[in-house]
Nanobody
Framework: QVQLVESGGGLVQAGGSLRLSCTAS????????MGWFRQAPGLEREFVAA????????FYADSVKGRFTISRDNAKKTVYLQMNSLKLEDTAVYYC????????????????WGQGTQVTVSS
C-alpha cells in the first residue's frame, strides 16, 4: 500500500513558476513508476509527466514539454514537478500517482493516487 500527499500548489501569475512535491508512505516507493496528471473543471484527467522507478527515463505531454520537469528522490520518497513559464491553461488540480508497471501516460497504468493540489495561473 502506498499513500501519496501532494503539496506546493497555489496561485501564480502567467509566466511564473511553481514546484509541486508528492511524498509517499511505505517502503517500496523506489520500485514504483510515478506520474503527474491534472484535471481542469469539466474536463477529463490528463497526463502531464511520468518518470521511471530509477529516474532514468522521463516522459512528457506535448503541452508541457520544455516547460515542466519531473524528477524524484527515492531516499526522500518524493517526486517533484517543476513548472516554469506557466500559462493560463495550466490551471488545474494536479495529482501524483504511483504505478507498479512501466511508466505510463494512461491513468489505468497507476495503482495509487494522491488527493490533488490546486494550481491556478492568473493573467
Amino acid at each position: 500500500q502506498v499513500q501519496l500527499v501532494e503539496s506546493g500548489g497555489g496561485l501564480v501569475q502567467a509566466g511564473g513558476s511553481l514546484r509541486l512535491s508528492c511524498t509517499a508512505s511505505g517502503r517500496t516507493f523506489s520500485s514504483y513508476a510515478m506520474g503527474w496528471f491534472r484535471q481542469a473543471p469539466g474536463l477529463e484527467r490528463e497526463f502531464v509527466a511520468a518518470i521511471s522507478w530509477s529516474g532514468g527515463s522521463t516522459f512528457y505531454a506535448d503541452s508541457v514539454k520544455g516547460r515542466f520537469t519531473i524528477s524524484r528522490d527515492n531516499a526522500k520518497k518524493t517526486v517533484y514537478l517543476q513548472m516554469n513559464s506557466l500559462k493560463l491553461e495550466d490551471t488545474a488540480v494536479y495529482y501524483c500517482a504511483a504505478g507498479s508497471g512501466l511508466y505510463s501516460s494512461a491513468t489505468r497504468g497507476y495503482d495509487y493516487w494522491g488527493q490533488g493540489t490546486q494550481v491556478t495561473v492568473s493573467s
